[in-house]
């Protein structure tokens, strides 16, 4: 129990409620309501172990890193509360579960999962010479709209599920931008490519704020584009002012509220979207 416990800690198994909402609701808008309790539950079982995958590889991908940066020295791997090769286990079980997911739910899933893999294999890696690596998370993390959508029609030719895709891609390389200027002297130390390191914490805010932006134009537009009700239009609201409130927390020299800004507006924001967007099928 206490390796399991370190596997999920490791792993932010946790964070997943917090993800888990842009596959529902790729999901629930392709079906244009519930689409069945069997692919609610390959879905889930998809997206869990395709987070635990691309989460295990960033640990190992990161692990000399983090061995240096004081801020991640704790990390389980750095700390030796854990193997490498535990690790890579874990990664193994994981990619099996979403390659077994991934063919219970249709032929279309399964031909586009290679790509998916590619991605969340190879983001981690992307910080090493390119500072575009917050919005490849942000393409890696929105691949669950459309992925889900795919789960369902077995399809991608509505421009829904793209719009949606870019809602997630900006929403999280803005806010990757804003996290990742608590390491902008360590980045620029080790040769790492980010916004803070190559222009500077300023920067990255002003550019986390336009990429928020996009993200509220391009959700609007992909409502707009399904025909959603009221409660979806409140709800873009919503996550517009939360999106606001989050850039207000931090400053470029000062960014002591930022896991605020982390665990808990962007939690609420990936619920606040799908519950809204679920309800503006019927209302």
């Known amino acids: 129990m206490k390796r399991v416990s370190v596997f999920l800690e490791m792993v932010k198994f946790e964070h997943t409620i917090f993800a888990l909402p842009f596959a529902y609701l790729g999901m629930v808008l392709a079906a244009g309501g519930w689409p069945g309790w069997t692919k609610f539950f390959w879905i889930t079982v998809a997206m869990a172990a395709a987070r635990t995958f691309a989460f295990a590889v960033n640990r190992l991908a990161d692990r000399f890193y983090d061995a240096r940066n004081p801020r991640t020295t704790g990390r389980a791997l750095p700390a030796g509360r854990i193997s490498p090769g535990a690790v ?3 990664a193994l079980v994981a990619l099996a579960l979403l390659i077994l997911a991934a063919s219970r739910l249709n032929r279309f899933v399964l031909a586009l999962l290679p790509g998916a893999v590619i991605f969340l294999a190879g983001y981690s890696y992307t910080k090493r010479f390119t500072w575009t690596s917050h919005w490849v998370l942000g393409f890696t993390d929105g691949m669950a709209v459309p992925g889900a959508w795919a789960a369902v029609t077995g399809s991608l030719a ?3 599920p793209w719009l949606l895709w870019l ?8 806010f990757d931008m804003i996290y990742a200027c608590q390491d902008t002297e360590f980045d620029r130390a080790e040769g790492l490519y980010s916004i803070p390191a190559c222009f500077g914490n300023a920067t990255a805010l002003r550019w986390a704020k336009i990429n928020h932006i996009v993200a509220v134009v391009a959700l609007a537009a992909a409502g707009w584009s399904l025909g959603l009700g009221w409660p979806f239009w409140v ?8 999106l606001w409130y ?5 400053k470029p020299d000062d960014l002591s509220r930022l896991n605020l800004a982390f665990f ?7 619920i606040l979207i799908f519950v809204s967007a679920w309800l503006g099928l019927y209302v």
């Open 264 to 270: 808990n507006v962007n939690g609420y924001i990936s």
């Open 88 to 90: 890579v286990v874990l």
């Open 235 to 242: 709800g873009t609201i919503a996550v517009a002012g939360l």
């Open 167 to 174: 809602t997630v891609t900006t929403w999280m390389a803005g």
């Open 158 to 160: 509505d421009p829904a």
């Open 246 to 250: 989050e850039n207000s927390l931090v």
